[in-house]
């Protein structure tokens, strides 16, 4: 086994206040995007990728019923994918998982002209970003419209 380069992600945890939910959610998303289940206990599991794993945990210990992205700590995830055509699958499905798209009236250049990506949240308040290749302009064509 060859060691992990310095400063890669060994894993991120993730508490969540229904692990049935997010099972459903979370699990989804990530077999989407190539992880496989790697672990499972009464109150948690993970899916690992590589090197990288990411487990969600419904702990006792947890002071919230609500994940809320925009108080300090973690705001979303971001995920690579390989086309813009898998963003948009990723995003046909997320409704049936527990996900919604976020900033649907600019979908998919939220984040900028030239950042094709998807902003989902799910229902306990996470949110993910999809993120694709942003597609090379056509000579003497207008950039796309946010």
């Known amino acids: 086994m060859t060691a992990a380069a310095t400063g890669t992600i060994h894993h991120i945890e993730l508490w969540v206040p229904d692990l049935t939910r997010a099972e459903a959610s979370w699990g989804w ?4 995007l190539g992880y496989q289940l790697f672990q499972q206990w009464p109150v948690g599991q993970s899916w690992k990728a590589g090197d990288t794993y990411i487990v969600i ?3 006792p210990a947890r002071s919230a019923f609500r994940h809320d992205r925009c108080r300090p700590g973690l705001n979303h995830l971001a995920f690579h994918v390989a086309t813009s055509d898998g963003v948009e699958d990723l995003v046909a499905d997320a409704l049936g998982h527990g996900w919604r798209l976020m900033f649907a009236d600019r979908h998919p250049y939220a984040g900028g002209d030239q950042h094709y990506a998807a902003y989902l949240e799910n229902r306990d308040g996470y949110e993910v970003e ?3 290749p942003s597609p090379q302009p056509t000579p003497g064509a207008e950039p796309p419209k946010p």
Do not use: G, N, R
Request: hydrophobic share 60%.
């Open 29 to 32: 998303l990530l077999e989407a």
């Open 57 to 59: 945990e419904q702990s």
């Open 130 to 132: 999809l993120v694709a």
